[in-house]
């Protein structure tokens, strides 16, 4: 058990990565994360309670399904959920993938706040999702953008509002 400083009941003696008891996912990067933040807090760098971004989680399977933020809408006044079918675009087709779909779940100003992905590049969209999530990237920040086409950055501006 660790506070939001990832002291454990020796607030000298500091924990990070899967040792610790937490809801958020157990994963590589995670533990990477809380180390530099506890390396920062030793060294009196910084003195804030640690503040996680959105963290991806992946299943290498075949698709796959990766996930971003919120994935649950628990109130549907709050968000718009919009789900996309792209397995006919470019993206997809000049790799001949089968089938990619996704689901977006954007607040009420227009950010996205999670996604759900389901294809064999999966993977390396959801980091770009989280990209935007993170950075509150829209539409509108993404169209100044030009990015080589078809990829998946190239679809973001389709994705965003
Ligand atoms: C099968 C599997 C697949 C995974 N795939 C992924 C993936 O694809 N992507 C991803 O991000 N994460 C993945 N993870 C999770 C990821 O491995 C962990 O989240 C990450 O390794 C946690 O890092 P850690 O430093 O907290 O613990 P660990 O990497 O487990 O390191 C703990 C170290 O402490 C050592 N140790 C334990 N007890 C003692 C002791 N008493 N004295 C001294 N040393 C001790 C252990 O030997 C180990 O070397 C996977 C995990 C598993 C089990």
């Keep these: 058990m660790v506070n939001e400083f990832l002291q454990t009941t020796n607030p000298k003696i500091f924990a990070c990565g899967d040792i610790i008891e937490k809801q958020l996912p157990k994963l590589t990067p995670v533990a990477t ?19 996680y971004p959105v963290i991806p989680t992946i299943v290498y399977g075949s698709p796959k399904i990766a ?12 968000t718009v959920t919009v789900t996309q079918e792209m397995t006919d675009w470019f993206t997809y087709h000049r790799v001949n993938e089968p089938l990619a779909k996704a689901k977006f779940v954007f607040n009420k100003e227009n950010f996205l706040i999670g996604a759900s992905v389901l294809s064999e590049q999966a993977d390396e969209l959801i980091d770009f999702l ?14 100044q953008w030009i990015f080589g086409y078809p ?7 389709y994705l965003l509002k």
């Design 151 to 157: 990829t998946l950055a190239s679809d973001l501006p």
């Design 67 to 78: 996930t971003v933020g919120v994935t649950k809408v628990e109130d549907d006044r709050q």
């Design 33 to 51: 994360f809380e180390g530099q933040y506890v390396a920062r807090k030793v060294t009196k760098e910084l003195q804030e309670a640690i503040k």
């Design 130 to 143: 989280a990209i935007a999530i993170n950075q509150q990237l829209t539409k509108r920040i993404v169209d």
